[in-house]
């Protein structure tokens, strides 16, 4: 099994209301250093064999995002958490 | 300026309908080497000074990420686009 | 053309930061008076020939919500815009 | 205690990719008559007091949408949950 992460994300001159709202948000908290937050998707494909780059481009052109407002990368994962870490 | 990213995804133990969906309509576009899709949030938070990955953590647990049902990771991110990239 | 209108929203008694979020930078807008935001999803499904409540909560059940921890509520849609609305 | 529901939907010309996904993947089901599937947000405001569908406005237009590419609708909720259901 092999992981690709698709991020997306709404073109930096789209407004992010949900990103907003976090950010007007952190004074309650006492956070006064956050110039902005962004909120987009992180969607995680695992391929049953090699993963394949091109192919989760074509998913995320046609499934996953909206060219016209979001960006999108993808990129190769971390392995899944099933995978042995110990050894 | 400084970014800190705040990956949330559903527990894996979590059904994911919305992944489910994307998934279920691979084959369609002839992709059939997909074993699961699972649509989580990425953050990105701007500093406007260091990035501060304690007050990252602190702003996912309140107001990012529900513990009971999700789970987050928070690190420093690549620099943001408006970096100057040349030379 | 008729449509059928799905409310996904978290069971109440799972926390919702997103919603925790809004509510929390209300003050900063003046507004004083707000118990809770919650936010939720709504799908708008157009069905060509008769709306079938039947199969859109089939639907719904497989493909838009995680009965675990949302509820659903399926209705039938006012009319799509589309539809003529002069006299 | 009284609820506003305000719902966001992208504008009609603005792709839906995550509905689209919903969509392609119907005929898997066996479902052939829907033509379409868009995904919105559906969030809900319990005010202390009177409900106050100005107010919520402004909310929406400051938190909870982005006009550009999405159209929001305000109007006074159903009854909460918690109202007294019984004679």
Redesign the interface.
């Given at each position: 099994?092999a992981r690709v992460v698709v991020?997306?994300?709404l073109k930096?001159e789209?407004?992010?209301?949900?990103?907003?709202?976090?950010?007007?948000?952190?004074?309650?908290?006492g956070?006064s250093?956050?110039?902005?937050?962004?909120?987009?998707?992180?969607?995680?494909?695992?391929?049953?064999?090699e993963p394949?780059l091109d192919?989760a481009r074509?998913?995320a052109d046609?499934?996953?995002?909206?060219p016209?407002?979001e960006d999108y990368e993808v990129r190769l994962g971390e392995q899944p958490?099933s995978a042995d870490k110990s050894s």
């Open positions: 099994m991020d997306v994300m930096p789209i407004l992010d209301p949900q990103g907003q709202a976090v950010a007007n948000a952190l004074p309650r908290l956070v250093d956050v110039a902005s937050v962004r909120i987009g998707r992180r969607i995680e494909i695992e391929f049953t064999g394949d192919r074509e998913i046609k499934l996953l995002a909206n016209v407002i958490e």
